[in-house]
C-alpha cells in the first residue's frame, strides 16, 4: 500500500462503513475534525489530527489547519510520536523543544501524549497531533450549512507548492548544489538541480509560516462560507473530489481559476507528476452561497488574502475540471496516492 493519507475508497468503504452516525460531524468524507461536545452552548467543542512523518511542527500545523476548518483555534494539544530504535534521545528533545515553543507562543497547552518505539521502517520518526478548541455553535452551524446547488468555489493558495518545496528541500538535502545525479527515478538525462537557476529553485521554497491557514480560515468564517477544507494529501483534486463527496452534489471547475505558480509546474513537468494531485498544506478550498459572494470577497481583500472563484456545485454527478480556453475537461476521482510519493520513493 502507498505512503500518506489511505485512498479514499479504503477510507470510505472499510473504515467510515463501520463508524456509528452519532454526530453530524466528523464520520464523513470531506470533514477533517469531529464534534467531542455540543452541550457546552454558546460553544461545542470539536478536535482535529494531524499527520506527518517529516517533522513534529508539520504534524502540528496540520492539526491546526483541520481545526481552522472548523471555526476555531486550538487551546490544547495531545503528542504521539512513534520513533524507530535508532531515533536519537537528541532528535526528540529537539522535536520537543519546538513544539514547546510553537504551543507557547500561540498559548496553547500540550496536555498529554504517547511515545513509542518501533520496529525499523526508514522514517525516522512519525508524529500524530490531536488538537482541541472550542467553536461558537453559530460559526459550527454555519459552517455546515447544506451545501446546494450553485454555490461557489473559492480556493486560496497554490497548488501543490508545498509538495514542490519538499522535492527541492530533498533533493538539495540528498545531492547537494554541485551533485550532477539527481534523477527522481525517472530516467532523465538532466540533474533536477543542474536544470534550475539556485535563484529559481529558492523561490520555489515555501516558507513554513505559509502553511498555517488560521488568518484565511477567519476572513473566510466571517465573510460568511458555508464550508471549509484545507487542502493536503492528494491535492487541490483530492479537496475538490471530497467536496463533491461531502455536499452529494456535481462539481464544475474552470481549469484556468485554480491557482498554481510556475516553478510548481515546471518542478513537476521535469519530475513526471500532476502538480494538482501534489502535497498543498497552506492552501484553503471553501463553499459559499452566490448572494454572500459579494460580502465574502470584501472580507478576503481587507486581509489581503488572493482568492480565486474557481467554479460552482451542479446538478449532476458529474465532477469535472475544464478548460474555458482550450477542449479540455477532465474527470475527478477518488484520491488514490499523492504525487509526491511518486517521486520521493
Do not use: W
Not at 53 to 65: D, K, V
Not at 233 to 257: K, P
Not at 293 to 317: C, D, N, Q, V, W
Not at 335 to 340: C, F, N, R
Amino acid at each position: 500500500m502507498d505512503r500518506g493519507t489511505v485512498n479514499t475508497r479504503i477510507i470510505k468503504r472499510s473504515i467510515l462503513k463501520h463508524i456509528a452516525r452519532t454526530e453530524p460531524v466528523g464520520t464523513t468524507v470531506g470533514t477533517d475534525y469531529s464534534v467531542v461536545d455540543r452541550g457546552a452552548s454558546p460553544f461545542a467543542i470539536i478536535t482535529a489530527q494531524g499527520f506527518s512523518e517529516y517533522n513534529a511542527e508539520m504534524a502540528y500545523i496540520r492539526a491546526l489547519n483541520n481545526l481552522a476548518a472548523g471555526g476555531t483555534s486550538a487551546d490544547s494539544i495531545i503528542v504521539d510520536i512513534q520513533a524507530e530504535a535508532y531515533y536519537s534521545e537528541d532528535q526528540l528533545r529537539r522535536e520537543m523543544n519546538r513544539l514547546s515553543e510553537l504551543s507557547h507562543s500561540r498559548n496553547i497547552r500540550i496536555i498529554g501524549g504517547n511515545t513509542t518505539y518501533m520496529k525499523y521502517g526508514g522514517h525516522g520518526a512519525s508524529f500524530t497531533i490531536t488538537a482541541f478548541g472550542k467553536v461558537e455553535e453559530s460559526v459550527l452551524s454555519q459552517l455546515t450549512e447544506k451545501l446546494t446547488v450553485g454555490d461557489r468555489i473559492v480556493i486560496i493558495g497554490d497548488s501543490g507548492r508545498y509538495g514542490a518545496s519538499l522535492i527541492v528541500e530533498r533533493a538539495r538535502r540528498e545531492f547537494g548544489n554541485e551533485q550532477e545525479n539527481l534523477t527522481m527515478d525517472l530516467n532523465k538525462n538532466l540533474s533536477f538541480l543542474d536544470r534550475f537557476a539556485k535563484s529559481y529553485l529558492d523561490g520555489a521554497v515555501m516558507d513554513v509560516n505559509e502553511c498555517y491557514i488560521q488568518k484565511t480560515a477567519k476572513a473566510l468564517v466571517d465573510g460568511g462560507v458555508s464550508y471549509i477544507h484545507d487542502v493536503s494529501f492528494g491535492g487541490i483534486y483530492r479537496t475538490l473530489t471530497e467536496i463533491a463527496e461531502y455536499s452529494g452534489r456535481g462539481i464544475d471547475i474552470v481549469h484556468e481559476q485554480v491557482p498554481i505558480r510556475q516553478d510548481t509546474i515546471e518542478i513537476c513537468e521535469f519530475t513526471g507528476i500532476n502538480p494538482y494531485e501534489l502535497l498543498g498544506t497552506g492552501g484553503v478550498v471553501a463553499v459559499v452561497k452566490p448572494d454572500k459572494l459579494e460580502e465574502l470577497e470584501e472580507h478576503l481583500r481587507e486581509a489581503g488574502i488572493k482568492y480565486s472563484i474557481a467554479g460552482e456545485l451542479t446538478e449532476a454527478g458529474e465532477r469535472v475540471v475544464h478548460s474555458s480556453n482550450f477542449h479540455m475537461k477532465r474527470s475527478l476521482t477518488y484520491y488514490e496516492v499523492d504525487a509526491l510519493y511518486k517521486v520521493l520513493n
